[in-house]
């Protein structure tokens, strides 16, 4: 391997251009794993790196992409060997070097996690936004919440960590709500199980916020954050919980303390980028076995690495619903 192909994004003035080029083997970061890619997904921070003022990449010229499968090709590393099929995400994977964009990638054996009983591109498919949904269920679980607690609303239920979400928790016999302002994906939720749909929340984004609401909530899976994270906490039940995650409403957060000292509500913040390898490991394993989204084809959708300047502009624009899974290998 000399060259390899890469979609790279260049920042000119006020402007991030973004164009399929052909790199040298140097352009690879240091790392003890070389990898053929063969898999990437889309996430929200991908859109971010690819756009000016996006405050997701250190320097430009980078090749985007902060999930990747694919197989190993070159080791200094015991723990993996040539013909492992494995995934990357987070990090500074995709913002502060090179990421999933490019038929070759380079990282460190401390950031790589072994495919398991998942293939390339069902690893893909989970990505970020899948691994962010599992961390916030098992929170919730952790948390104590059961399934005979009440209803679990998931925010933001169409995009990447929320459809996911739903299809876990609706696996795991809770009675989920998904709140969404995409009515046309209604159906889609209710085929991941999800037992009502509703628009977003709060339902009147006019009304004053009040300290506490009436109690609908026993959890809740928030990708949103802003006005609409201040009405589910208003509105746990008592002893509810919310894993946070997202920001796409916003980062202000408009709340008292009333849910938590007078509800014992608990805000769980879900974050995947920094975890740390052993449990981000332990976590892929069980998404390769018994946490595995049973609705995983349906909700994920192919595009090719050449293409896919087109599917981030609709995730940016909050257009695209699902999982965009990129197809590197071959996709140039």
């Known amino acids: 391997m000399n060259s390899f192909q890469a979609l790279v994004a260049r920042q000119s003035d006020d402007q991030i251009d973004t ?35 996006g405050g997701v990449v250190r320097d430009y010229p980078i090749v985007p992409g902060i999930d990747l499968t694919g197989e190993v090709v070159a080791s200094q590393s015991d723990e993996f060997g040539v013909g492992d099929l494995v995934l990357a ?20 054996a401390d950031q ?64 989920v709500v998904a709140s969404t302002g995409k009515p ?4 889609l939720l209710r085929a991941l199980g999800a ?20 109690a609908r909530w026993a959890g809740a899976v928030d990708c949103v954050g802003g006005a609409t994270l201040a009405d589910v906490l208003s509105t746990l039940a008592y002893g509810g919980a919310v894993a946070a995650s997202g920001l796409t409403g916003g980062p202000a957060l408009n709340t008292t303390v009333m849910p938590f000292i007078l509800r014992g509500a608990a805000l769980l913040g879900i974050d995947s980028v920094l975890l ?4 981000r490991r332990e976590l892929w394993a069980r998404l390769g076995g018994s946490l595995k989204p049973p609705h995983l084809a349906d909700l994920s959708h192919d595009v090719d690495v050449k293409d896919v300047v087109e599917v981030i502009d609709e995730v940016r624009a909050g257009r695209y619903s699902g999982r965009a899974v990129v197809r590197v290998a071959g996709g140039f």
């Not at 916030?136 to 169409?158: F, H, K, N, Q």
């Open 276 to 279: 740390p390898i052993g449990p």
């Open 89 to 108: 995400h987070g990090y500074d994977i995709g913002t502060g070097k090179h990421g999933g964009y490019a038929e070759f990638a380079r990282l460190p």
């Open 19 to 53: 164009a399929v080029e052909t790199l040298e083997e140097s352009a690879l970061p240091p790392g003890e794993v070389t990898i053929r890619v063969h898999y990437s997904s889309v996430n929200f921070k991908d859109a971010l790196a690819v756009t000016a003022k």
């Open 195 to 214: 037992a009502e749909v509703i628009g977003r929340l709060p339902e009147d984004p006019d009304a004053k916020p009040r300290p506490l609401g009436k």
């Open 112 to 175: 790589v996690v072994a495919l398991g009983d998942l293939s390339p591109r069902e690893g893909a498919a989970i990505g970020t936004a899948g691994f962010t949904a599992a961390m916030s269920v098992e929170a919730l679980t952790e948390r104590g919440i059961r399934p005979d607690d009440g209803s679990i609303v998931v925010t933001g239920a169409s995009g990447g960590v929320g459809s996911v979400s739903v299809d876990l928790l609706s696996a795991l016999g809770y009675h």
């Open 184 to 187: 046309e994906q209604a159906d």
